[in-house]
């Protein structure tokens, strides 16, 4: 959505309020990180843009409602994802001389409008949490047969020890033998 700043800009008002909706990512664009990760409706943005004395600053809020796989059991976990989004709003003309390590603190007016899209998008891919739980206790799911431990134990016959693990199965059950003999 492009932000139309001429009245801010004129100096006719001093704050202007900013409410949209802005779709998520399709799913093709989407980061490693929001794999599995669905969005049900858009990101609500609001806040403001405020102009004192030619210094404009611009303050966001943005929400979206999301679901996605628990990083453990695989079970859905519903929420809703907030950040911030603060910059400092110039004019193109006048970030010629900026260092280009500081131009990530900006976002940039060109001819009298403002366009956030982009770089909320990216805020959302990058401050969004890469694994998300169902709840804090969650024992996954079972290495063997696959089932939610969450339920309960499994009733796997065995369990296996992993191959690359049985000299340290090995050590620990000598290390637990040569315990016992001095205890007694």
């Known amino acids: 959505m492009k932000l139309d ?12 309020p900013v409410d949209f909706l802005l779709p998520p990512p399709a799913e093709e664009d989407m980061a490693p990180n929001l794999y599995g990760v669905r969005f049900p409706s858009d990101l609500q943005v609001q806040g403001e843009i405020t102009n004192t004395a030619g210094y404009m600053r611009m303050s966001l809020s943005a929400a979206i409602p999301y679901i996605a ?19 400092t709003v110039a004019p193109a003309k006048l970030l010629t001389n900026i ?17 956030v899209d982009e770089q909320l998008l990216e805020m ?33 016959s065995k369990q296996e020890t992993d191959p690359r693990l049985a000299p340290l199965a090995a050590w620990l059950e000598r290390h637990k033998a ?7």
Request: charged residues 35%.
């Open 5 to 16: 700043l001429r009245p801010l800009l004129a100096e006719n008002i001093r704050i202007l």
């Open 178 to 184: 040569d315990k016992s003999e001095d205890e007694t």
């Open 99 to 115: 260092a280009e390590e500081d131009a990530d603190d900006y976002v940039i007016v060109e001819d009298g409008f403002l366009d």
């Open 69 to 87: 796989p628990c990083a453990r059991c695989l079970e859905d976990v519903t929420g809703t994802f907030s950040f911030r989004f603060e910059k």
């Open 124 to 156: 959302l891919t990058l401050e969004f949490p890469s694994k998300l739980l169902c709840r804090e206790d969650c024992a996954g799911l079972c290495p063997q047969c696959g089932k939610s431990l969450n339920e309960g134990p499994c009733q796997c």
